[in-house]
Each structure stands twice: as C-alpha cells, then as structure tokens.
C-alpha cells in the first residue's frame, strides 16, 4: 500500500508528474531485474535533488541513487523509500576545450558531443552505457582509458545538502572506485577537459572501439557488462571460460557463450538466480584456480519476502 502522507510531502518537494509510487525497478536496470521502488523520483533541479536530500536526512526516509542501472543488480523485492534518478538532469555543454555534462546524461551522448567539437580523450568512452553520474562513481573505463584521465572537476550536493564543487583528485579515482559513495556525494555534473583533435581520426577510434565491443560481447541480451573485476595477474572472463561455465543456466541466467565475463538475462531471470549464477561462478573459480573474484557489478534492495 502507498505511503500517502509520504507521497503529499514528497510532492511538496518535487512535481508529482516526476514522482512514481510503486514504479518497478526492472525497467530501469540493464539486466532487467529488482521489485518496486516505493517511490521512484525524478527531479528536473538542482533545488528539488537538495530538498530531497534534506528531507530524507530529516525524516529518515532512506535515499537511493539510481544512474542507468547498467551497474546495479536490484533484489526482487525492490527499495524501500526514495529511489533518485536524475536522468532528467541531461543538459551537456561545450565551452572551449571543456564539455560540461549533467550527471543524468549518458556517458556515450558525451562522447558524441566530444566528437562533434574535434575534442579527444573521450574515446573510450563511446560504449559504456552508463550516466555521467554513474561513470564518476565508477571511474568507468574502456581500451585504455578511463574517467580519471579527463575529468577536471565536478559539482556535488554533499550529505549535508551542500552544493560543492570537488577537483579530479579530491575523488580518488582508481581502477573501477572513487570515493564518492564514502562522502555520500550526489554528482550533479561533470567537467571534462579534453585536447584539440581530428574529427576524423577521432571518429575512426570510435568506430574502431564500437566494432570491437560488438563483435565481443553479448548486447542482444540484458546483462551488466563485466560481472567481475579484473584480478591482480589474471582475465576473469578466462578463468570462467577454463573453469568450463559458458552456458552454465540458473534459471534464466546464463554464462554468456559469447563472453564468459558476461552473465546474460536470456529468460525473464529474476535477481535471485542471476545473484546465485554470480555466487557459482566465484565458488568455481576459486575451487579451480584458488583466485577469488570480486564483483564490479554492484547489488542492492530486498529480498522477496517468502
Ligand atoms: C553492456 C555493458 C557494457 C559495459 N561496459 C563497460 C566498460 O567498458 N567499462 C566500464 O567501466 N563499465 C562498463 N559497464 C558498466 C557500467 O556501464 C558502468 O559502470 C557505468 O559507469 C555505470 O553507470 P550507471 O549510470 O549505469 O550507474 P548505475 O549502475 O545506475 O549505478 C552505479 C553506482 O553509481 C552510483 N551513481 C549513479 N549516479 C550517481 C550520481 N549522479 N552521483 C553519485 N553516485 C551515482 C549509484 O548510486 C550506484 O551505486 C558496462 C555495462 C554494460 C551493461
């Protein structure tokens, strides 16, 4: 049953044609999996994000940022409270050699808009389907490249509600980690810092990058890209491929066949055999290889009740 008093004060907050009470979160992840959201949020300013970042400080109601969902697994009984995405927050702008971006923005709209100014240094970027939000959060990279390497700065509501702005090495960028979640920041945008480049050179490692991902990974099926980080020495997709798990099925997830390091949503998974499929593979891998495979993707929510 819907929280009515949360959804009035909620509504004093944000527009309630941007407020969805009940919306089911399978519909915002790229596996296409996790329950409902009591309330899914999405705020058109900046004002509104720091309200609800205040109010749900105050009342205790908890607070849930969402990007593209392409690195999130959410349980089946979905999140309780506030569900925030801000892809309503999607404006990106060129200004000399700098692209400034919304965090609701995709990562690869960004990369386009690098390419139509002849800026490079985003290249790498062109086929990670995440927000620009979600990229920081991740220090998303491809091919060589990664956040760290061209982000100047960005704009932030910290936990207190605060808009502040934090340079590149206040985040503490490393392989697939930032320190974002630690502070409890919410990235509002992003400054990218590129160099002057050919258009069509730029294009060319573009089109190149593209190429290589398709022919390689399973896009026809949902999933959430690389299911594991890399391990110091090692390919995760390799030790997977060796420990003979392609095809591997619980339920309706699968092994990719294609790229081991992928596990696919092939038949209506829910998120519970797609976490068990996660869980096998580690206790394979280390069983086999002695090697314990840590997760990129991230899980959150509830758990169905029985
Ligand atoms: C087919 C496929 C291919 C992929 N390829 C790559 C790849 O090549 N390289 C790579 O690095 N990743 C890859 N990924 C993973 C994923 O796209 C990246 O990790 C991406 O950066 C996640 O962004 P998102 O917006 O989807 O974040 P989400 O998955 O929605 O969220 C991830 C985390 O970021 C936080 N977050 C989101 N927005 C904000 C914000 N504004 N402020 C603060 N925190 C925020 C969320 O709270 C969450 O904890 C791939 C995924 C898929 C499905």
Not at 122 to 132: D, K, N, Q, R, S
Not at 203 to 232: H, I, N, W
Not at 270 to 285: F, G
């Amino acid at each position: 049953m819907m929280n009515e008093k949360l959804y009035e004060q909620l509504a004093q907050i944000v527009d309630r044609k941007h407020i969805f009470p009940d919306e089911l979160l399978k519909n915002h992840t790229y596996t296409k999996l996790g329950g409902k959201a009591d309330f899914f949020i999405t705020p058109s300013r900046y004002e509104e994000v720091q309200k609800l970042v205040l109010f749900c400080k105050k009342s205790g109601v908890p607070l849930t940022l969402i990007g593209n969902g392409s690195n999130l697994i959410v349980r089946d009984g979905g999140i309780r409270g506030v569900v925030l995405s801000l892809k309503n927050l999607n404006a990106i702008n060129t200004e000399g050699n700098r692209i400034i971006a919304q965090s609701g923005a995709a990562i690869i709209d960004t990369s386009r808009k690098a390419l139509e100014a002849s800026l490079t240094g985003l290249e790498f970027a062109c086929g990670i389907p995440g927000t620009v939000g979600g990229a920081l959060f991740m220090n998303a990279g491809a091919y060589g490249g990664e956040i760290k390497d061209v982000l100047e700065e960005c704009l932030v509501i910290d936990k207190d509600g605060e808009l502040r702005t934090r340079k590149a090495e206040e985040l503490d960028l490393s392989y697939r980690h930032s320190n974002i979640e630690e502070k409890g920041d919410i990235v509002l945008e992003a400054t990218f810092l590129l160099k002057e480049g050919n258009y069509d050179e730029i294009k060319a490692v573009m089109d190149d990058l593209t190429f290589r991902r398709e022919s390689k990974q399973p896009l026809e099926y949902p999933s959430c890209g690389s299911v594991f980080k890399r391990p110091p020495g090692y390919y995760a997709g390799k030790l997977i491929q060796d420990s003979h798990l392609q095809g591997y099925r619980i339920g309706g997830a699968e092994v990719s066949k294609k790229h081991a390091g992928f596990i696919v949503n092939i038949n209506n998974a829910t998120a519970t055999e797609y976490i068990s499929l996660i869980e096998h593979v580690q206790k394979t891998v280390k069983e086999k290889f002695n090697v314990q495979l840590e997760r990129e993707v991230r899980i959150i929510g509830e758990d169905l009740e029985n």
